[in-house]
């Protein structure tokens, strides 16, 4: 069965100060690994997708890592804001014989607190 | 959430009744889908559209049905809503499939009570 492990499952930071999300993946055949960030009261936005051959991959003060060999990836926030106040999901497709299916992590809620 | 609305943005409804979201798009996108959140749960698929006239059912459809009669309308129904569909929902919108990137709508708070 494939599954989509996030952790910590909530975790609170000081502004300023980084933090590393973790996600953990049982998901074959892989095609592409995405982190969304949802506000409360809002949709999922994209922050970053990644396929196989992408190892990191930036957008702001988002960087993401995948190691396809051990099916990991981890988001790192850098110089937190209050606005980086969030749940985080971490979202994995898959190629299959009807077509692609994702699978949605449940998320690490993030709290970033003056 | 620019090109994508959904609505209403929070209803209660009774048991029994039906109930009918609405999904709208101005990005002329191929591919709709719905999603239901719940704590505890990832994102869950519950139906999804390829085109006009053509839907398909996801993991957790029991209870519900679409339709999508235009390019920019997907519309959700739950035909006799229960406590168990009380729920977020989210549509989602992607010009080439779900193997690209996704935009939600801002989401449909449902409360059956």
């Known amino acids: 069965k494939n599954q989509v492990e996030q952790s910590p499952q909530s975790l609170i930071i000081l502004e300023g100060k980084n933090c590393t999300l973790q996600c953990n993946y049982t998901v074959s055949p892989f095609s592409n690994l995405r982190w969304y960030k949802q506000d409360t009261g809002r949709g999922p936005v994209s922050l970053t997708i990644?396929?196989?051959?992408?190892n990191t991959k930036s957008n702001r003060r988002y960087t993401a890592t995948l190691d396809a060999d051990t099916k990991q990836s981890s988001l790192h926030i850098t110089a937190s804001q209050l606005s980086d106040s969030a749940s985080y999901i971490c979202v994995v497709s898959s190629l299959t014989g009807g077509g692609n299916k994702l699978t949605f992590g449940t998320g690490t809620q993030l709290k970033v607190e003056l | 959430d620019a090109g994508i609305t959904q609505s209403p943005r929070h209803k209660v409804t009774e048991t029994g009744t039906p109930v009918t979201l609405r999904c709208h798009q101005t990005e002329n996108h191929r591919y709709m889908y719905w999603y239901r959140q719940d704590p505890g749960h990832g994102l869950r698929l519950i139906h999804y559209?390829?085109?006009?006239?053509?839907?398909d059912k996801g993991e957790v459809s029991d209870g519900y049905s679409v339709s999508r009669s235009k390019t920019e309308d997907f519309l959700l129904t739950l035909e006799s809503a229960t406590s168990s569909q009380t729920s977020v929902y989210f549509c989602?919108?992607?010009?080439?499939?779900?193997?690209?990137?996704?935009?939600f709508g801002s989401g449909t708070r449902l409360t059956v009570v």
């Open positions: 559209s390829y085109g006009v006239k053509d839907t």
């Open positions: 989602a919108i992607s010009d080439r499939g779900a193997n690209y990137g996704y935009t």
């Open positions: 990644m396929t196989f051959s992408e």
